[in-house]
């Protein structure tokens, strides 16, 4: 993929914004702040595995349980999601309590 830098592209030629937007691009260019690698992880990825890994535990242990598989499957489905808000509404908690130290 090739980019064009500022001072290449037609489109900024003779804009009356083209001075403020090479120092806005410029600026993000050069920001350095904290990784938020961990916190995609734990607000996208975490409630995924969650609910898959729970969706998986409830199927197993629903399957002695109970016979008729359509109702196993809904049973398992609606368990895991609330597991899977569960965990969402813990995230959320802690998050408020470190934010507020912060």
Do not use: H
């Not at 410029?26 to 916190?39: E, M, V």
């Not at 535990?57 to 808000?85: G, H, Q």
């Amino acid at each position: 993929m090739v980019t064009k830098t500022m001072d290449q592209q037609k489109n900024c030629q003779g804009c009356d914004k083209e001075r403020n937007c090479r120092q806005v691009y410029q600026k993000l260019a050069n920001f350095r702040g904290p990784s938020i690698a961990l916190k995609v992880i734990v607000a996208f990825l975490l409630p995924i595995m969650v609910f898959i890994a729970s969706l998986a535990a409830f199927e197993r242990i629903l399957a002695e349980a109970i016979n008729t598989k359509e109702l196993r499957t809904a049973l398992s489905f609606l368990l895991a999601l609330l597991v899977t808000f569960g965990l969402i509404s813990i995230i959320k908690l802690i998050d408020k309590l470190f934010s507020k130290n912060k």
